[in-house]
């Protein structure tokens, strides 16, 4: 069976993708070398994109999101100061880090939630003819309307805004997908919090525990709470990703061998 990962919207949230993001590279090499699609929705967007494109580009981009929301904490409305666009220093970020062929990589393997500005429907893009196209298909699906900006980009001559308003959280028909939330839900990789019988609710095609524990992840989605919180979640990704590489029996340790210089790569069983 085909293994897919996708990864939800989440705004500033999008720090806990980059531990679950760190915890897959440093032990589910094997896990990622068996994805084929790689879904995502604003901020999970950017953190797929750099998963399937260039791991080595993790740290940075988790360096960049610290130092982002050290700079959003720092005006006196947030990501609403005026003449302040938000996805300027993400594009910036964006042309500095990928490669040349990050267009060609993407293409038919990464899968982007739009939203049409026109038609107000879900778009899933795919196929991208060049760097600059799939740089602007980020943008577009991270583009929260007034929050992000006031001109929505355009691709294609058509005008997009994030792709979580009308699709959070791709899934795939054609295999297993494996889903990834910063939010309590039935996603495979999520926090877990009020265990037992409790009320959900759905909104982009995704699910939400409803809690108090949520309501202050979507608070601080859009409005970045302290580096020391922020590393929290990046550490709960962390964590949450490690589970989950346990339960399915694809954690691995690297164990240096006493002659060479080189590792050998162990499977946990699933626990």
Known sequence: MRLHLSMCGCGFLGIYHLGVATCLVKHGQGFLQ??????????????????????????????????????????????????????????????????NDAHEIATGRLFLSLTNTQTKKNEIMSEFESREELIQALIASSYIPVYAGTKPPSIRGKKYMDGGITNNLLHFSDGRTITVSPFCGSQDIAPQDVKGKSWFITQGNQDYQLNWNNIMRGTHAFFPPSRRVLQQYFEKGERDAGRFLRKEGW?????????????????????
């Open 34 to 99: 068996n994805i084929y699609k790689y879904g995502g929705a604003s901020a999970g967007s950017l953190v797929a994109a750099t998963l399937l494109i260039d791991q080595q580009k993790i740290d940075d981009c988790t360096s960049f999101t610290f130092n982002l929301a050290k700079s959003i904490r720092s005006k006196p409305f947030g990501a609403l100061t005026p003449r302040y666009s938000l996805l300027k220093p993400v594009q910036n970020f964006l042309e500095s880090s990928l490669p």
């Open 251 to 271: 954690y691995e340790t690297q164990v240096p061998k006493p002659v060479k210089k080189e590792t050998v790569t162990l499977y946990e069983s699933a626990v």
